[in-house]
Antibody
Framework: QVQLQESGPGLVKPSGTLSLTCAVS?????????WSWVRQPPGKGLEWIGE???????NYNPSLKSRVAISVDKSKNQFSLNLSSVTAADTAVYYC????????????WGQGTLVTVSS | QTVVTQEPSFSVSPGGTVTLTCGLS?????????PSWYQQTPGQAPRTLIY???TRSSGVPDRFSGSILGNKAALTITGAQADDESDYYC??????????FGGGTKLTVL
């Protein structure tokens, strides 16, 4: 059973960089899957941020592309999210998720981690 | 900017049937968008219900079904139960590695 676990600071200052890591267990990040980040501001809906393949190939939400970087660390079986120049609007629960290698959907999700942007 | 549309809220009586939809601000949803549906209760991560338009994820009761209705993807709950009261999200694969979530539907069972 694949498990995903997000980790990182719960508080980030405005104009700073939000950095999170998603540790993958029960499976290999080098499998035929893409790996995504999704966020959810308090009381609002889900927003896809971007995805990465173990080769390092990435795709990003056009609305966030200028501030987002997703990377992979195969040696640690994890992938990471960096979001720069954050504002209060970036306050959200951040989820990591695995995309099925068979069809286009998210088959495993992390539990999510709340990141608050505040001074 | 592509917008995926969902009803903000819906209400269904226990035992009743409800159909939630997932549309596009411009154009029609087809199977080529591989619509999938997720259920989320407060404080929890989303749970996968339906993928590839109409395939139920493992362990999902058969009262949940997916389809294309007209120009939208649809999630139908037949015989709604109290614990179906949740937020429901659809997501469409737009191609070229881009995903777009709908705004979600808050379903009330009463």
């Amino acid at each position: 059973q694949v498990q995903l676990q997000e980790s990182g600071p719960g508080l980030v200052k405005p104009s700073g960089t939000l950095s999170l890591t998603c540790a993958v267990s029960g499976g290999s990040i080098s499998s035929s899957n893409w790996w995504s980040w999704v966020r959810q501001p308090p009381g609002k809906g889900l927003e896809w941020i971007g995805e990465i393949y173990h080769s390092g190939s990435t795709n990003y939400n056009p609305s966030l592309k200028s501030r987002v970087a997703i990377s992979v660390d195969k040696s640690k079986n994890q992938f990471s999210l960096n979001l720069s120049s954050v504002t209060a609007a970036d306050t959200a629960v951040y989820y990591c998720a695995r995309e099925s290698d068979v069809k286009y959907y998210f088959d495993y999700w992390g539990q999510g981690t709340l990141v608050t942007v505040s001074s | 900017q592509t917008v995926v549309t969902q009803e903000p809220s819906f209400s269904v009586s226990p035992g009743g049937t409800v159909t939630l939809t997932c549309g596009l601000s411009s154009g029609s949803v087809s199977t080529s968008y591989y619509p999938s549906w997720y259920q989320q209760t407060p404080g929890q991560a989303p749970r996968t219900l339906i993928y590839n338009t109409n395939t139920r994820s493992s362990g999902v009761p058969d009262r949940f079904s997916g389809s294309i209705l007209g120009n939208k993807a649809a999630l139908t709950i037949t015989g709604a139960q109290a614990d179906d009261e949740s937020d429901y999200y659809c997501v469409l694969y737009m191609g070229s590695g881009i995903w777009v979530f709908g705004g979600g539907t808050k379903l009330t069972v009463l």
